[in-house]
């Protein structure tokens, strides 16, 4: 007969994410709170204050024409990045010789900062809306290229002479064997591609050309109105954890078999 469970008393610690999460959430944002009610308030505005802020920015038009201008910047930065490295880093891993010509630029490319860019990219785009495409595409291309170059390299060498037994087509073995066994490492480009995208869209409206959200951040640093700078930086915060975790749960929908 099996020994009856030994109870040791206590409540057991919580370990749902959400709850940890949140857990965290609520102390940082009560450190936050206490500290800006500190000497610190005149820096750093408590927690209240911000997002009191947040709300009037969010009922206001000119935050939403400013968020559209960063949106359909963002939105084709990103579909440049995803389409060209995805598409460029499954050709690139397909060819060994390709990818051996180009891996020392890729790997810079991704180590690169975006400051030593800033003067070629205004020379080359101007100060519209293409200089700020192209930041935000350069912040994100080459780790997404870097990441699915490893993952179509990474392909194991059996399934696809497997496929050339059963006679699959070309096309048959990239879509139905290269690409899913890729798609982890593909889909992990991407969510930090994805993160890197803000970074970059953040940098080309605060540094190379004011507008958008930035504008409004920068113009609230200039009128020294700082609940309205953390509550702008809460925007970029939020629009990227988003972004992130939405390419989370795409991956843990497609990429069931890992």
Do not use: C
């Not at 630029?105 to 293409?130: D, E, N, Q």
């Amino acid at each position: 007969m099996p020994d009856p469970p030994v109870m040791t008393g206590g409540t057991p610690f919580p370990r749902s994410p959400l709850v940890l999460r949140l857990g965290s959430l609520l102390i940082i944002g009560g450190i936050w709170e206490v500290a800006g009610r500190t000497t610190l308030g005149e820096r750093l505005p408590p927690l209240s204050r911000v997002i009191s802020q947040l709300v009037t920015e969010l009922g206001t038009a000119e935050f939403w024409n400013a968020a559209a201008i960063t949106g359909t910047a963002l939105g084709l930065g990103l579909g440049v990045s995803l389409l060209g490295g995805i598409v460029f880093g499954v050709v690139n891993g397909a060819l060994a010789w390709l990818e051996r010509s180009t891996r020392v630029f890729a790997r810079a490319m991704v180590a690169l900062p975006l400051a030593p860019m800033i003067p070629i990219l205004i020379s080359m785009f101007g100060l519209g809306t293409s200089v700020r495409v192209a930041a935000i595409t350069v912040f994100a291309l080459p780790i997404i290229f870097e990441y699915t170059t490893a993952g179509v390299r990474a392909t194991d060498r059996s399934l696809t002479a497997m496929a050339r037994v059963f006679h699959a087509s070309r096309w048959m073995t990239y879509t139905r064997v290269i690409l899913p066994s890729a798609a982890p490492s593909i889909l992990a480009g991407v969510r930090l591609g994805v993160g890197r995208s803000v970074v970059g869209m953040v940098v080309a409206e605060l540094v190379i050309v004011s507008t958008g959200l930035g504008a409004l951040l920068r113009r609230a640093q200039a009128l020294f109105v700082p609940e309205a700078v953390f509550a702008y930086v809460l925007v970029f915060l939020g629009v990227g954890l988003l972004l992130v975790r939405g390419i989370g749960l795409i991956e843990k929908r497609t990429v069931f078999w890992t």
